[in-house]
Structure formats: structure tokens, C-alpha cells
């Protein structure tokens, strides 16, 4: 009898915990039921909404000009420390440039032959949409004799002359006590100085570089102020000192991702008035990384894969372009309190009137928001 109970039991248990087990499972199959249901829900809401709400063309995004892109780079060829990495894919970074409100592109120059080849890019890939500069870089100054100097300087003229309306600048020009491996002081000193007469002779503003120069750039430029009209300090990364020294030569300041790495930086970038300030990317160079301080203000990222894994709809990872222009305008904003749209405003109305200034004149008192209002995502032609 014991037994027969005892069996009578086990049994009982056992049909217990197999109901339960069923109304268990029975109810975690509902349960997902009733979440993926949801889900469903929300992801049909939100297809509705989209189709419903007013799709933004590209006269409703911001509009830029980055003043400084070394498109000549062999990265954009898919060249990398010389080894073939990728297919050339300049079309693929042009079009996301476009895409981000990048309506015009200064392609810069530090060399003769970087000159000619910036010009003929510009002319190939985006006539009247990308334009170029003509100079020597100073860390490329010992490759410029000081017997050949006057000759240099000559041969830079032809290449403005040569290049009509796509040369807009002097320059890459400058100073550079960071990396006196490349070229000495004497050396870059006379070839800088030169280029101010390159700059009184052609008229065209000055597309300039200073690194760690202890205050003998802006000595310079304050002696030889009368020679260049206009002119822009690119990739500013000095201190708030060298700042004002700058600003009170009239002097215009660039900014990308190198201004923006430290704390220290973003103080002085807070403290550029809005119509002085100019925005680039300095491609490939620049980019804002997630080590810098200024990384913790950007809203737009994009897609970014390894070369080894290009794609031509991502970004090459440590490869910065033009349209990541539109961080570094986020993150001037927030550090100075202002909209984005103001930041955006403000840089291409002042580089429009610095190296456009004919067509700025013929757009009235904000060429950005005729750009923006226009109905292709290109700044209106000139008139002449």
C-alpha cells in the first residue's frame, strides 16, 4: 500500500509540473507574441509617419565651403604609404560631400606640380564647383634654392595666370617650427616672404599656414600687412595670444578637427568672433577623432570601414573627408552657445566675400542664405 501510494504521488507531481511547464511555455510564446506584435506596430507608425511628413530637399540643409582639402592626396586613389589599398573612389567622397551641403571645395597646394595637378582636378571633377590654390607649403621650401627663388616665384605666377577662376588663393604658404626636418627656418623664411609679392602682384588673398612659429608669423604678417588684402590662417591650432595677434591683422581663422583636439583648443575657438571664422576639413588629415575633446559635441557620424574592407557608401576609418565639415560646425556651435546654422552662415558668408568677392558683392549681404534658398545644391553663378 505504501508503495502504491507513494508511486500514486510521484506521478501526480509529475503531471503537475508538466502543466505548469505547458502554461509556462504557453505564456512566454504569447508574451512574444504580444511584443513582436508591438513591435510591428511601432515600425509600421513610424514607416507611416515618413511616408506623411515633407521629404527635405537639398535647398533645406546646410550649405559649406571647405577653404582647405588636399584632394591631391594618393588616398583618394586608393593609394596608401604607396601600397594600392582600394580602387580610386574621389567620385564616391565628392558625391558625400555634395550630399552633406558641401557646395564648393578650395583643393589646396604646396608644391609647382601640386598646383597644376590641384587646377586640373578641379577642372575635370567640379568646374565651377571646386577651385584651387597656388603657393609653397613651407615644410617644401628647401626644395626651392635660394638662386632659384625668383624663378620659383615666377613659374607660381604662370600657374595662377594658367589657371584663370580656379585659382583663388596664395598658398599653402607659411611657417612651420613643428617639423624643421623637412625645411629649416632659413629656409622657409625667404621663400614665406616671397610669396607676399606673389599675393601684392595677382591680388588674390593668401591661403596661409603657422605652426608653433613663437610669434614670428604674425611679425610677418604685420610687416608686410600692406601687401595682401585678405588673407586666412588655416588649421588654426595656437594659442589664444596667437589668436589675437591675427585677429588684429585682420586676418581670417580656419578651422577643423586638428583646432578642436584638446580642452585647451576649444577655449580659443570659442573665443573666434563669427565673422572671422572659416571651416575645412583639411583632407584626409583632419578629422575630428573620439580621443579629442571636441568629439563629445559632433551629432552626425558616419559609416566608416577599414580599407582593407572599403566600401564605397562608408568612409575609410582615419581617412577624413569634406562632408565631415558638418562636425566640425556642430561642434563650434555648441562650444559657443550659437546654432549650427548661425556657424554655417557666418563661415561661408566671410569665405565667399575672401575668395569670391565679386560674386559675394552681386549675392547682397548673406550670399548663404541665396545658396541655400536656391533650388539646386550649388551657390548661384556668378553673373560676369
Do not use: W
Not at 508591438?38 to 565651403?65: E, G, V, W
Not at 629649416?184 to 608653433?212: C, I, K, M, S, Y
Not at 585677429?247 to 568672433?273: D, F, H
Not at 557608401?313 to 550659437?338: D, F, H, M, S, T
Amino acid at each position: 500500500m505504501i508503495r502504491r501510494i507513494t508511486r500514486f504521488s510521484t506521478q501526480s507531481v509529475r503531471r503537475q509540473i508538466l502543466c505548469l511547464s505547458s502554461l509556462v511555455v504557453t505564456a512566454l510564446y504569447q508574451h512574444n507574441i504580444h511584443r513582436e506584435v508591438q513591435r510591428y506596430k511601432r515600425s509600421f507608425m513610424r514607416r507611416c509617419l515618413t511616408s506623411l511628413a515633407p521629404r527635405t530637399r537639398s535647398s533645406d540643409k546646410m550649405h559649406f565651403i571647405d577653404i582647405g582639402a588636399n584632394l591631391t592626396d594618393a588616398v583618394f586613389q586608393g593609394r596608401y604609404q604607396g601600397r594600392q589599398a582600394h580602387d580610386s573612389d574621389l567620385d564616391a567622397v565628392l558625391e558625400r560631400a555634395r550630399s552633406a551641403g558641401v557646395v564648393r571645395t578650395l583643393v589646396t597646394a604646396g608644391t609647382l606640380p601640386q598646383a597644376t595637378q590641384a587646377a586640373a582636378l578641379c577642372e575635370r571633377h567640379g568646374p565651377g564647383t571646386m577651385f584651387s590654390t597656388v603657393g609653397v607649403h613651407p615644410t617644401r621650401s628647401s626644395e626651392v634654392p635660394p638662386a632659384q627663388l625668383t624663378e620659383h616665384i615666377t613659374r607660381l605666377y604662370d600657374a595662377i595666370t594658367a589657371g584663370g577662376k580656379t585659382v583663388v588663393a596664395v598658398g599653402e604658404c607659411g611657417l612651420d617650427y613643428d617639423r624643421l626636418q623637412f625645411s629649416t627656418r632659413e629656409q622657409q623664411l625667404p621663400v614665406f616672404e616671397a610669396q607676399f609679392g606673389l599675393a601684392e602682384t595677382t591680388g588674390l588673398p593668401l591661403f596661409l599656414h603657422d605652426r608653433n612659429t613663437g610669434g614670428e608669423f604674425a611679425r610677418l604678417i604685420r610687416e608686410n600687412r600692406s601687401r595682401f588684402g585678405d588673407g586666412v590662417a588655416h588649421s588654426f591650432t595656437g594659442t589664444a595670444d596667437d589668436l589675437h595677434a591675427l585677429l588684429a591683422q585682420r586676418l581670417y581663422i580656419g578651422v577643423n578637427g586638428c583646432s578642436l583636439k584638446t580642452a585647451e583648443n576649444l577655449a580659443v575657438v570659442k573665443q573666434i568672433p563669427l565673422d572671422r571664422i572659416m571651416l575645412e576639413t583639411d583632407a584626409p588629415y583632419c578629422g575630428i577623432r573620439r580621443s579629442h575633446a571636441s568629439h563629445q559635441y559632433v551629432d552626425t557620424e558616419f559609416s566608416v570601414k577599414d580599407k582593407k574592407k572599403h566600401s564605397r557608401e562608408a568612409l575609410v576609418k582615419g581617412r577624413c573627408e569634406p562632408c565631415e565639415i558638418v562636425r566640425v560646425c556642430e561642434v563650434v556651435a555648441k562650444i559657443k552657445g550659437v546654432a549650427k546654422e548661425d556657424v554655417a552662415r557666418a563661415a561661408f558668408n566671410n569665405t565667399m566675400r575672401v575668395f569670391f568677392p565679386k560674386e559675394a558683392a552681386d549675392m547682397g549681404d548673406s550670399p548663404y542664405d541665396l545658396s541655400v534658398s536656391a533650388e539646386s545644391n550649388t551657390v548661384v553663378a556668378p553673373s560676369s
